[in-house]
């Protein structure tokens, strides 16, 4: 069972708010990730980190930013939130030690924007 | 251009019989492959994994078939339970790690 939080788990907000979408986890991963999910599409990936100070742009272009100061924590911060934005973020982090480098994610946060 | 393709949007079958999960890829590169389960409002939830260089692994209820001359996946339950009931992501570890995920099937098992 992978130990991986996320806060909020439902946010509803207006239009031009700034959020931070919390992500921490305690099983010591150097890699972590957010993806974006839309209802009945694929999981994208938006950021990724391969440790502390490390943070990449993923596949799916975002407005969104992340920071990785602490191996446990990755936050993920939307400084003018649109509808647009509207979506499940999901967290998940990784060992890089281990052979298969299965990724676990949280429970995800449901974005909504008005 | 989708990567990897699960074609089945949804797929319902009766307790006690097996559900069989498909997924599709079109990048060769890609060395391993993992099914996940998913609930409605949680995050994914791994369930089993196989490495390229093999073709089949079984892990309980759950037997993974991979079949790479076709680039055809496969996610076998059996028997099925109600509680197996949810979204089944397929996904494929490209280059950096990072995984390239199908958009799912929703599984559901009648009692």
């Known amino acids: 069972e992978a130990d991986i939080y996320q806060t909020p788990r439902y946010l509803v907000i207006g239009t031009g708010k700034k959020i931070t979408l919390e992500c921490s986890q305690t099983?010591?991963?150097?890699?972590m990730y957010w993806y974006q999910q839309d209802p009945g599409m694929e999981l994208h990936l938006i950021h990724y980190?391969?440790?502390?100070?490390?943070?990449e742009k993923g596949d799916l272009s975002s407005e969104s930013t992340v920071s990785r100061i602490r191996t446990e924590h990755f936050p993920l911060t939307l400084e003018s939130a649109r509808p647009s934005h509207t979506s499940q973020y999901l967290c998940?982090?990784?060992?890089?030690?281990?052979?298969?480098?299965?990724?676990?994610f949280g429970p995800g946060t449901r974005l909504t924007v008005l | 251009d989708q990567q990897v393709k699960q074609n089945s949007p949804s797929l319902s079958v009766q307790e006690g019989r097996i559900s069989i999960l498909n997924c599709d890829y079109t990048n060769s590169m890609f060395d391993y492959f993992l099914w996940y389960k998913k609930y409605p409002a949680e995050g994914p939830t791994f369930l089993i994994s196989i490495s390229s260089i093999k073709d089949k692994n079984e892990d309980g209820r759950f037997t993974v078939f991979l079949n790479k001359s076709a680039k055809h996946l496969s996610l076998h339950i059996v028997p099925s339970q109600p509680g197996d009931s949810a979204v089944y992501f397929c996904a494929a570890r490209g280059s950096n790690y990072k995984l390239t995920f199908g958009k799912g099937t929703l599984l559901t098992v009648n009692p």
């Open positions: 980190s391969y440790g502390v100070n490390s943070t």
């Open positions: 099983m010591g991963h150097d890699k």
């Open positions: 998940a982090s990784s060992d890089r030690s281990g052979p298969t480098d299965t990724q676990y």
